[in-house]
């Protein structure tokens, strides 16, 4: 997200850097699939089932945001091409960071609404089954529906959002055909 | 001169049977210092739950034990876990079948003092049609004109068949649940 335009800075993204990038990006998608599917039950024990695996890889995700947010603080990624940079419109560098600081804030933002509901909900959230997570919202009808509302909105802004992000990638790929999304494939120096 | 003793012995009788009743009768409970709550587990995660409406008949003298009575009733209907969701689930045929069995009730047969306000309450706890034998421990505290009785009932919840068919799989609801009271009653003797 920096610019520096220094020559000797890396131009891909690191080894962790693009593990978490996938790995978390894959359970985005997964989990707002699941959160879609599993509202749209009525009550099972096969619902409840995905609830709690929804609410034990969103714990995960938080985590591994977290440890992804901290990579990242401490690891300057790699800037854009100087060529890029000097060519594109005050707009597109604007929408570039904006875009990426507001997925970093949904990152946590959309698991933390969902974990306020459940303990609104009166469900507290034990992950795997075994370790109980502290509540920080009281149980509540009407926070929950909040919450509930909140966690939906997030979710669903986050979504956007990596469309969008997904387009921006195709688009250098397939449009510009700049070789920018060589910096966060794996294996490929 | 016989005469005056069938009436005394008719004195006598009422003057027992006085002194029998009023002991009974006096013993009230208080529904708003009262409460009946359960804590079932679904994937290890706790939830809580209670009854709203319920009853007790109690005749208790810690004195005589022998001839104490303890009578609860829980209208099921009035079972809540605080979520539009499942409040709507627990009447149902699976859960409480509520239209069928609209109350669960506790009948004591023995009690037993254990020392130290506790008691062992052995009876009859029925919830949905099924009968368990269960042996109910209580604590007794006196405050002022209450004396409120507390304890924790583990029951396992499918001998009640409570969460039947799909529901009965004990990895996603633990076939305990705790059951917790708390019933405040007028009119119990010192201890």
């Given at each position: 997200m920096t610019s520096s335009s220094l020559a000797t800075a890396p131009t891909r993204y690191s080894t962790i850097a693009i593990v978490l990038h996938w790995v978390l990006g894959l359970a985005l998608i997964g989990m707002l699939g699941l959160g879609v599917y599993m509202t749209d039950l009525s009550l099972s024990p096969f619902r409840m089932k995905l609830y709690n695996w929804h609410k034990w890889a969103g714990v995960a995700i938080l985590a591994l945001s977290l440890v992804r947010l901290l990579w990242r603080l401490t690891h300057r990624p790699p800037a854009l091409p100087a060529p890029m940079e000097q060519a594109m419109p005050g707009w597109q560098k604007l929408a570039h960071h904006g875009t990426h600081l507001a997925l970093y804030a949904l990152f946590f933002a959309v698991p933390l609404s969902g974990w306020a509901y459940s303990s609104a909900a009166g469900f507290p959230v034990v992950f795997l089954g075994r370790f109980p997570l502290p509540d920080f919202v009281p149980v509540s009808e009407s926070l929950a529906d909040l919450f509930k509302l909140g966690h939906a909105t997030l979710a669903f802004t986050l979504a956007g959002l990596v469309l969008v992000h997904i387009a921006a990638a195709l688009k250098h790929q397939?449009?510009?055909?700049?070789?920018?999304?060589q910096r966060m494939l794996p294996g490929r120096g | 001169m016989q005469k005056t003793t069938v009436l005394h012995g008719l004195a006598l009788a009422s003057t027992l049977l006085l002194a029998a009743l009023p002991a009974q009768a006096q013993q009230q409970l208080v529904p708003a210092q009262s409460s009946i709550e359960f804590t079932a587990r679904q994937m290890g995660v706790p939830m809580q739950g209670q009854f709203r409406k319920f009853d007790a008949q109690v005749a208790f003298d810690p004195a005589q034990l022998a001839t104490s009575r303890i009578r609860f009733t829980v209208d099921t209907g009035s079972v809540t876990m605080g979520a539009r969701e499942t409040d709507a689930e627990l009447p149902k045929a699976a859960w409480f079948n509520v239209p069928q069995f609209p109350q669960a009730t506790f009948e004591s047969s023995a009690i037993k003092a254990l020392g130290g306000g506790k008691f062992d309450v052995a009876g009859k706890l029925t919830i949905k049609g099924s009968t368990v034998q269960v042996s109910l421990p209580v604590s007794l505290s006196q405050s002022g004109a209450t004396t409120t009785a507390t304890g924790t009932l583990p029951i396992k919840r499918l001998a009640f068949k409570i969460g039947d068919g799909e529901w009965a799989d004990t990895s996603m609801v633990a076939d305990e649940v705790q059951v917790k009271f708390k019933l405040a009653l007028t009119g119990v003797g010192k201890l």
């Amino acid at each position: 997200m920096t610019s520096s335009s220094l020559a000797t800075a890396p131009t891909r993204y690191s080894t962790i850097a693009i593990v978490l990038h996938w790995v978390l990006g894959l359970a985005l998608i997964g989990m707002l699939g699941l959160g879609v599917y599993m509202t749209d039950l009525s009550l099972s024990p096969f619902r409840m089932k995905l609830y709690n695996w929804h609410k034990w890889a969103g714990v995960a995700i938080l985590a591994l945001s977290l440890v992804r947010l901290l990579w990242r603080l401490t690891h300057r990624p790699p800037a854009l091409p100087a060529p890029m940079e000097q060519a594109m419109p005050g707009w597109q560098k604007l929408a570039h960071h904006g875009t990426h600081l507001a997925l970093y804030a949904l990152f946590f933002a959309v698991p933390l609404s969902g974990w306020a509901y459940s303990s609104a909900a009166g469900f507290p959230v034990v992950f795997l089954g075994r370790f109980p997570l502290p509540d920080f919202v009281p149980v509540s009808e009407s926070l929950a529906d909040l919450f509930k509302l909140g966690h939906a909105t997030l979710a669903f802004t986050l979504a956007g959002l990596v469309l969008v992000h997904i387009a921006a990638a195709l688009k250098h790929q397939w449009i510009d055909n700049d070789g920018l999304i060589q910096r966060m494939l794996p294996g490929r120096g | 001169m016989q005469k005056t003793t069938v009436l005394h012995g008719l004195a006598l009788a009422s003057t027992l049977l006085l002194a029998a009743l009023p002991a009974q009768a006096q013993q009230q409970l208080v529904p708003a210092q009262s409460s009946i709550e359960f804590t079932a587990r679904q994937m290890g995660v706790p939830m809580q739950g209670q009854f709203r409406k319920f009853d007790a008949q109690v005749a208790f003298d810690p004195a005589q034990l022998a001839t104490s009575r303890i009578r609860f009733t829980v209208d099921t209907g009035s079972v809540t876990m605080g979520a539009r969701e499942t409040d709507a689930e627990l009447p149902k045929a699976a859960w409480f079948n509520v239209p069928q069995f609209p109350q669960a009730t506790f009948e004591s047969s023995a009690i037993k003092a254990l020392g130290g306000g506790k008691f062992d309450v052995a009876g009859k706890l029925t919830i949905k049609g099924s009968t368990v034998q269960v042996s109910l421990p209580v604590s007794l505290s006196q405050s002022g004109a209450t004396t409120t009785a507390t304890g924790t009932l583990p029951i396992k919840r499918l001998a009640f068949k409570i969460g039947d068919g799909e529901w009965a799989d004990t990895s996603m609801v633990a076939d305990e649940v705790q059951v917790k009271f708390k019933l405040a009653l007028t009119g119990v003797g010192k201890l």
